[in-house]
């Protein structure tokens, strides 16, 4: 078995099996898939870092969690810069309500800085 299966058998408690369930990919898999071809874009140790606390956050039962707010705040809004880059680039994704998101994106995004 290789590396990346096993890693998906451990991420998804045993039950990673495409060759008898359809698999959702891991969010850093779907990541690299798209900003492979738009490197230096995005800041990917950023977007990891915030991926981890998340998982760290959700799937672990922990009396607090604590993080510096600079950083957070930092990994978000390199979070909200990926986002605004696919809508730019994929404008027939969304149609109509793209502009909507945008809007909604660079008002998060002001808060933000």
């Given at each position: ?22 698999q ?8 690299d898939?798209y ?70 994106l ?8």
């Open positions: 078995m290789d590396k990346k299966r096993i890693t998906k058998q451990l991420a998804t408690q045993g039950t990673y099996q495409p060759d008898k369930i359809p959702l990919d891991l969010f850093m898999e779907l990541y898939k900003f492979s071809s738009h490197p230096n874009v995005i800041d990917k140790s950023s977007i990891n870092d915030l991926n981890d606390h998340r998982n760290n956050f959700i799937h672990f039962n922990t009396d607090f969690l604590s993080l510096e707010k600079k950083y957070i705040i930092s990994l978000c809004n390199e979070a909200v810069k990926a986002i605004i880059y696919i809508l730019e680039k994929e404008h027939e994704m969304l149609g109509s309500t793209q502009k909507s998101i945008e809007e909604l660079i008002e998060a995004q002001g808060y933000l800085n």
